[in-house]
């Protein structure tokens, strides 16, 4: 039996149609009669209690008013199903909505519509970490850790980036170059009391959906512990070459203080942290893709940019 087929069975779920193909597969599937998203989780990448671990968090996060995926259970009562050779599903609440862009496309809407956008975004991941550093998380629970090792050690979490086949000599020396001056500003930043704990580390267009001008978190497969302005950089991976990109990350700075302190310090490390998020993109394109395919030496470029940039400042 396929692992579909086993998950279908596991949540007798009818499968509607496959929505996404990426680092999971994702299903809309009808679960007695409602809509849900069934994960078919990429095998090696999580761990089957690091994916309950996200689980409980998500639950945490809704039961507490957030809008986010909830997990729903299996006819057995669990919620995460191991169907064997190293396959995990998991199912999630059915989320509304469109998100609220597409990566490498010009944002929809006037400058005014993505300031007041972004500025909601802001506040949805203050919401964010508000809430989470108010829960008690569950015992065991198990996440990977975008810290200083994860981000910029030896092997990072997404792996070691300054190795892409993409980069030429002269490209690698400049990224280890920045990854050392990075490595002693963000073990600064830490020693200097940082904010850190469990960030979302995906928070890109695709990953934000809207309705009805209200916004909604997916997608958590990345979430883990880190620091807290990561959440706020990969944000703004994609916005760096908007028109009005300056006033789009003041606007999400600004919303973001509206309910958590972002101490003027830290807003001058968010462009270190953008190059730090381009790194660790460079790492996860390529065993992801063909050596030589165009994603690899496209990570590999915005990353050379972003530490020529960061090196000249």
């Not at 500025?119 to 203050?126: D, P, Q, S, T």
Request: charged share 25%; glycine share 8%; proline share 6%.
């Amino acid at each position: 039996m396929s692992a579909l087929k086993q998950a279908l069975a596991a949540w007798d779920a009818k499968d509607i149609r496959m929505i996404k193909n990426r680092e999971n597969v994702v299903h809309e599937v009808r679960i007695d009669g409602r809509p849900a998203a069934l994960r078919l989780h990429r095998p090696g990448y999580q761990s089957k209690a690091s994916i309950q671990s996200e689980l409980d968090w998500m639950a945490g996060l809704a039961s507490a008013g957030m809008r986010v995926p909830a997990p729903i259970p299996m006819r057995s009562g669990d919620t995460v199903a191991d169907l064997g050779a190293g396959q995990i599903a998991t199912v999630v609440s059915w989320v509304d909505g469109a998100p609220i862009g597409e990566g490498g496309v010009p944002l929809p809407g006037t400058e005014v519509d993505q300031v007041a956008l972004y500025h909601c975004v802001g506040r949805e991941l203050a919401t964010l970490h508000n809430l989470t550093d108010a829960m008690i998380l569950p015992q065991g629970f198990s996440r990977h850790r975008w810290d200083i090792p994860g981000l910029l050690g030896d092997n990072p979490f997404w792996g070691r980036f300054w190795e892409s086949p993409a980069l030429t000599e002269g490209e690698r020396a400049l990224i280890l170059r920045a990854r050392a001056v990075a490595h002693d500003m963000v073990t600064a930043f830490a020693e200097d009391g940082a904010d850190f704990g469990l960030i979302h580390a995906d928070a890109l267009r695709e990953n934000i959906f809207v309705k009805d001008g209200e916004l909604t978190l997916i997608d958590f497969d990345d979430a883990g512990f880190g620091f807290r302005i990561y959440d706020l950089a990969v944000m703004m991976t994609q916005n760096e070459d908007e028109p009005a990109a300056d006033a789009i990350r003041d606007a999400a700075i600004a919303g973001y203080r509206t309910l958590r302190s972002f101490p003027h310090d830290a807003e001058a490390l968010l462009p270190l942290f953008v190059m730090i998020r381009r790194f660790a993109s460079m790492g996860w394109a390529v065993p992801r893709n063909p050596p030589d395919g165009p994603a690899v030496r496209d990570y590999a470029q915005k990353a050379v940019r972003a530490a020529r940039t960061f090196l000249r400042a």
